[in-house]
């Protein structure tokens, strides 16, 4: 057989029949719900008097309506409650396993899912959700699928799909200390552009991402939508196989090992064929963020805010001065020292432990500057419970963050966390675009270490400068 | 799910890359349980101003664009959220047609899913067809599915690719999870296959 890639691997064991047009019926092994993107498919299926083919290979989860404030109290907004109740009817009539909201296993479904050890390695993984690319960090082919598609696997736990193109985007060589994952996929994303890996799969890899904990490989894969990509993934190794280990849905004992020497079997063969290749050297890669609406508007935190006088293209030019308009920046003015009224540390890209963790390095013995508001907002309620264990809610309570309950939050503006028209927020989340975090709100998109900084210095800032 | 086979209709342009699922449908209106009734949602922040009124200068604000059918835009359409309310936004606002350049994966998809056909087009006919679509209500741009072709407003025909299968779909307004379920008994036999093959895998179950 050719060398294969991990991607075609995946693939190959998931085709259930190819059709004459070159359209695969592919098997999914596991099928994340939340209350957003999923009303009108369990519609569908009642309408059609169809049946859930799995239940047990699907699971829900509320994250991104809940408020993340008390959540003991009723949810205020009635639109929310609605679409939040629906989902409880639902799941109850149609038994889908449910982490329901006052359980301390909700959280945001790109956190919960690897958290459960529901996302395994060599799997196929679908939501309704662009950002499930994040679990192809376990090494398992996840990507976002709409409403429609929802219904489709809901029916036959399976999707009609053709095979997307192989890209590998390698980063070799060592980090420089305070640069994180996040900084990377900024960077990776500044280097192709939004469109970059659009009909591609991303196999990130070279020594970097080896060199990355699972948190990072998720914030990594996660943000592979933002450049364009249908799924992006990492080869599953020791690393995937530790973190797996133990949790609650992965195999145990005798059928873990097995699993691990079947996962071992799926890394790219030597000499198998990219469409497209990147590579990256880690050592040139600084704390990055965005200056833009757009995630591939990226600039080192040393950098200045670029002149569209010095674009050639006419309507790249406009859109750039647009850009700057909407974000209220000079074109050459440094980016460090900008001042910023909110910091928002969560979302699907950056609320794990480990990324509280670096904004908690960052945050201890300081204050939250004067007329920002702070806040962290953990990616589950176990993540919550424990950085309470390791005492890092009471780091940024000291220094005056608030300290909330797990959900998308701030990410996308959908819940009462929200962006009011012309403040500008250092986030950790994965979208800058006009809008997303509230109508008028400013996003600039980096690390849990440069957000902590952006909160105790009131302004942009380059965080190797407080650790 | 309507059937798509020819239309002749205002198209509308925005000559902007990267018009993202956010910006044809924020997410603040993504509360309905209903696949309908997003029209008036659709392009918000472009639409309306602040206070609600709506802004005059934009195009679908104005005639005869009001009523355009058709979306012409540059690179990258429907980047972003995965959310099929950006297409039912379009299409309950009247769209049936969006052509640009380049499109977004899943954005791609899901307008096939919604009988909306996307087509992909060079740059520079994207231009032509912006320039033709400014031509008043006068400049209607016929789409015909069947022969695959746009046909300008001074006759011209612009061939475009679709995949047969898509196009077979919309032409009949089959939705795929009928057609998939005809596969019923290699779905059963993969199921069989696989549960042999790794019995390690395991399923979700709450107490």
Known sequence: MA?????????????????PDGTSILYIDRHLLHEVTSPQAFEGLRLAGRKLRHPEMTMAVVDHNVPTSDRTKPIEEPESRNQIETLE????EFGVPYFPLLSASQGIVHVVGPEQGISLPGM??????????????????????????VEHVMATQTILQRPAKNMRVMVEGQLAPG???????????GHIGTAGGTGHVIEFAGSAIRGLDMAGRMTICNMSIEAGARAGLVAPDDTTFDYVRNRPFAPKGEDFEKAVAFWRTLATDEGAHFDKEVSLRAEDIAPSLTWGTSPETVLPITGTVPDPAQEPDESKRTQMQRMLDYMGLEAGQKI?????????????????IEDLRAAAQV?????????VRAMIVPGSGLVKMQAEEEGLDQIFLDAGFEWREAGCSMCLGMNPDKLTPGQRCASTSNRNFEGRQGPGGRTHLLSPAMAAAAAVTGCLTDSRELV | MEKFTTLSAVAAALPEDNIDTDKIIPARFLKTTQR?????????????????????D???????????????????LGCGSSREHAPWALLDFGIRCVIAPSFADIFFNNCFKNGILPITLPREVCDQLMSDSTMGSNARLTIDLPRQVVIRPDGEEVPFEIDPFRKHMLLEGLDDIGQTLQHETEIKSFEHKVAGERPWMPTITLD
């Open chain 1, 3 to 19: 060398p294969r890639t991990l991607f075609d691997k995946i693939w190959d064991h998931h085709v259930v029949e190819t059709l």
């Open chain 1, 89 to 92: 009817r639902n799941v109850k």
């Open chain 2, 58 to 76: 934009f195009i679908l604000n104005k005639e005869p664009w009001r009523k355009a059918e058709i979306l012409i835009t540059y690179d990258n």
């Open chain 1, 363 to 371: 945050a201890a013995g300081r204050k939250v500057a004067d007329g």
């Open chain 1, 179 to 189: 640069v994180s994952a996040k900084d990377v996929m900024l960077a990776i994303i």
């Open chain 1, 336 to 352: 460090a020292g900008t001042p910023v009224d909110v910091v928002f540390i969560g979302s699907c890209t950056n609320s794990r």
């Open chain 1, 124 to 149: 196929t993984i679908v939501c309704g959700d662009s950002h499930t690319s994040t679990h192809g960090a376990m090494g398992s082919l996840a990507f976002g699928i709409g409403t429609s598609e």
């Open chain 2, 36 to 56: 309908t009734g997003l029209g008036k949602y659709a392009f918000d922040s472009m639409r309306y101003r602040p206070d609600g009124s709506e802004n005059p």
